[in-house]
């Protein structure tokens, strides 16, 4: 018993000391970004800021549905051929992964082009956003899935590094410069500089991934054989990222649509800064899910608890600073965008309030994903999720931001209450805070009955 609970303790030991390292990339990641939505704040203008925000959230949607829900399987096939002793079918999964995330990008681009292209018919619409938005849509799925495949196989560093520093430190840095020279950027224009800063980041992460032999290139060869194997699980996992990123980005864009462009760069900027709740939550399961997902189909139920407990006090007492500190300091936050006093103050408050929520129920969402339940969690957190944008959809035209952060928070805390209480009963780890109580209750599986 001694040794299990010294094995148990060297475990959060080392993902505790892996997610610190993802933590401070992603803290610097924040300040990043947060340094570049001001500075393109405040060089382009409210209404050109306000085309930038709709077509970067609208980029970033469509770019979880050209993932095709490989960001997600990768995180679970990697690890569970690993286990199973089919190194060979991880590396297929890896090739046949990519190869899906580009050619869905390809043909999700196309259509907003020519959505944009039929828009452009109606006079008075402006659509050069829509055209540069769609050069972003493959990047942005490409650098996703390929965060996920070098953390399955162990990275951080190179996982994470091209696309969360460089990419977010290169963008305001050009943007600056042009700006000093008299060039300031359009709305359009700042997008597609985004697209192009983000593929040399790209292109860099592929020299050093294959220098240090992780496995990222696409294969077409293995498409067929891996969708048979694997297309209906797929189809689950492309689902549920694409409701994830709905719920994350639909409302700018509904604001946008059914306001202003100037409400939606107030609530783009509400939306992204109460984010910073959920960061240590994010980096850590940048590390551990994966782990997570080779002790869950080993059979080795107390370390799978004990990765689940840790995500989630990590994550809350993190979130819990940083809600304090928007709660007491929130307009002068958001000030740093350039917005009136007061402007959001309120929508970043209820939107912060629901992320915290989230927080308490820990990994929730990812554990349902890698234990085989996709189906479910789409079941679950889908129906309660885009039943409360249809209700913002009503409620944006009359309460404005704080209608929309309110229903967005409420549908939130439904949701993470209801998978996670999904998971205690049927997953049997309790991903909440009291999940902790449990680890050293529960028995690992008999030797050689392997979850598959």
Known sequence: MQARNSDLRDLLRSGLTRSLASLG???????????????????MGAEEYGYFAFGLSLATLLAVGAGMGQ????????????????????????????????LAGGAISLLLLAFAALAGLWPGVATAHLFAAAALIAPLALAEYWSSALRAQGSVWTALLPRDILWRLATPVLVVLLFAAAIPLSGWAALLLTALVLVAALGL?????????????PRTGGVASYWR?????????????????AALNADIIFIGLLLSAQDAGVYFNAFRTAGLLTLFMFAINLVL??????????????????????????????????????????????SLFGTPAGSGYWALVLLSAGLLF??????SRIVMMMTGHERDYVRIFGGIML??????????????????????????????SAIALFNRRHVGIDTSLLG?????RLRDASPGAAVT
């Open 358 to 363: 989230d927080a308490a129920t820990g990994p």
């Open 289 to 334: 899910a994966p782990v997570f997902a080779r002790h869950y189909h080993a059979g080795e139920w107390r370390k799978a608890q004990a990765i689940s407990a840790l995500t989630a006090w990590s994550g809350f007492v993190f979130s819990v600073a940083v809600f304090a500190l928007f709660a007491m300091f929130g307009n002068e936050v958001l």
């Open 205 to 217: 992460q592929a020299i050093v991934a294959h220098r240090r032999r992780y496995a990222v290139a």
């Open 25 to 43: 990339i992603k803290v610097a990641t924040a300040g990043l970004t947060y340094g570049m939505y001001v500075v393109l704040s405040r060089t």
């Open 436 to 440: 902790a109580f449990r680890v050293q």
């Open 387 to 416: 039943a409360g944008l249809v209700v913002g959809l009503v409620v944006i035209p009359v309460f404005g931001l704080v209608g929309a952060a309110a229903v967005n928070a409420v549908a939130r805390a439904v949701a993470s």
């Open 229 to 245: 194997a694997h297309g209906t699980p797929t189809i689950w996992f492309l689902i549920g990222t694409v409701i994830d990123s």
């Open 71 to 102: 960001q997600t399987a990768i995180l679970r096939y990697w690890p569970e051929e690993q286990v199973a002793g089919r190194p060979e079918k991880s590396l297929e999964a890896v090739g046949a992964g990519g190869a899906l995330t580009l």
